[in-house]
């Protein structure tokens, strides 16, 4: 009897050992290598700043569009999206009426801020014209002639972006009001390792807009 108890008491400090064991390898595996290899607090801030503006935009109340990819193509999309909707809701009353998540086709030119065409969007565009505003998550649209022609509206757009030189066909053809840009002004007003959720957005993003892109551009001019 007392050498069954033993063995018992053997096997289930083995047990024990072996789950400890498996705890400890699981916390090292998702705190070290599943751990996001983006910054997710500046991804929050952008998706806080989109929403801010497009309810700003929007007078804090219609019904928007949302275009971006599938999370798996960019996995910081799934912070961006998360946050944008928790901040839109305490923002106002603007609502969103439909997703679309493009498929990327396997090609590189998709991704956070990019990769937007302009067949893409006036098929957007044209099938929902009743929405007040399009939010894209995957750049501006270069739209050709020809597409501008085939828009039934021309709406409101916010769009992250991560190329200013889109920027400024899009501001000229007036189909973007406000832009979430990444960072071409510098040095950037925030110095060392941002500490809340605004200096996260300023050290690496800028908003902007038809009044000050031309402004901005000159600053980041380089002298003559």
């Known amino acids: 009897m007392n050498e069954s108890r033993s063995n018992l008491r053997s096997w ?5 050992c072996l789950l400890v064991a498996a705890g400890s390898g699981l916390s090292i595996y998702f705190t070290q290598f599943a751990a996001p290899d983006f910054k997710v607090p500046l991804h929050r801030a952008v998706g806080q700043t989109l929403a801010e503006e497009t309810s700003r935009l ?3 109340h219609g019904k928007i569009v949302l275009i971006s990819i599938e999370s798996a193509k960019a996995p910081e999309l799934n912070v961006q999206l998360e946050q944008f909707e928790e901040t839109l809701k305490r923002a106002g009353s603007v609502k969103i ?8 086709e396997g090609k590189a030119k998709y991704g956070t801020g990019s990769g937007l065409s302009g067949r893409r969007y006036v098929r957007i565009v044209n099938k929902n014209t009743d929405a007040d505003a399009f939010v894209s998550f995957v750049g ?3 739209l050709a002639d ?5 828009l039934k509206k021309k709406p409101k757009l916010v769009a992250e972006t991560r190329s200013v030189e889109k920027l400024a066909k899009a ?3 007036q189909i973007v009001q406000v832009a979430i840009a990444s960072r071409f002004n510098f040095p950037a007003p925030v110095e060392g390792k941002p500490r809340s959720s605004r200096q996260w957005f300023d050290k690496y993003f800028e908003i902007v807009t038809l ?3 031309k ?3 000159s600053l980041n001019a380089p002298e003559k």
């Open 146 to 150: 020809t597409e501008l022609n085939e």
């Open 58 to 60: 929007l007078g804090h």
């Open 171 to 173: 501001f000229q053809q």
């Open 211 to 213: 009044d000050n892109f």
């Open 97 to 104: 009426e439909k997703t679309y998540h493009l498929e990327t």
């Open 140 to 142: 501006v649209p270069d």
């Open 215 to 217: 402004a901005l551009l």
């Open 12 to 16: 289930l400090i083995a047990i024990v």
